[in-house]
């Protein structure tokens, strides 16, 4: 069993996922990448008492960095994008 703590990493808040936000009632999170869509919907429900409908993933690939003389890349992250029910908010994701 995994925690619901560590399926959650954080939050993802830039500017085109701020219209998600408002637009559409989506929430986007970086996530464990090997979590699953029913823990990350039982994680989001459970850490914010909110009512998720859908639940969509990605796997961002790493990209390529270079400092200095060294190269390399960054490590690949999952992407979670999670729907709420009509009216459902979560208030931890930097509005006042």
Do not use: C
């Amino acid at each position: 069993m995994i925690n619901h703590h560590s399926i959650i990493r954080y939050p993802s808040i830039t500017e085109k996922n701020t219209q998600l936000r408002t637009s559409q009632n989506k929430y986007v999170f970086e996530v464990l990448l090997t979590a699953t869509k029913p823990q990350i919907k039982a994680a989001v429900e459970k850490l914010f008492s909110v009512s998720v409908l859908s639940v969509n993933t990605m796997v961002v690939q790493g990209k390529f960095k270079r400092v200095g003389k060294s190269a390399g890349y960054r490590s690949d992250w999952k992407k979670a994008i999670v729907k709420l029910a009509a009216g459902q908010t979560i208030s931890k994701f930097g509005e006042v």
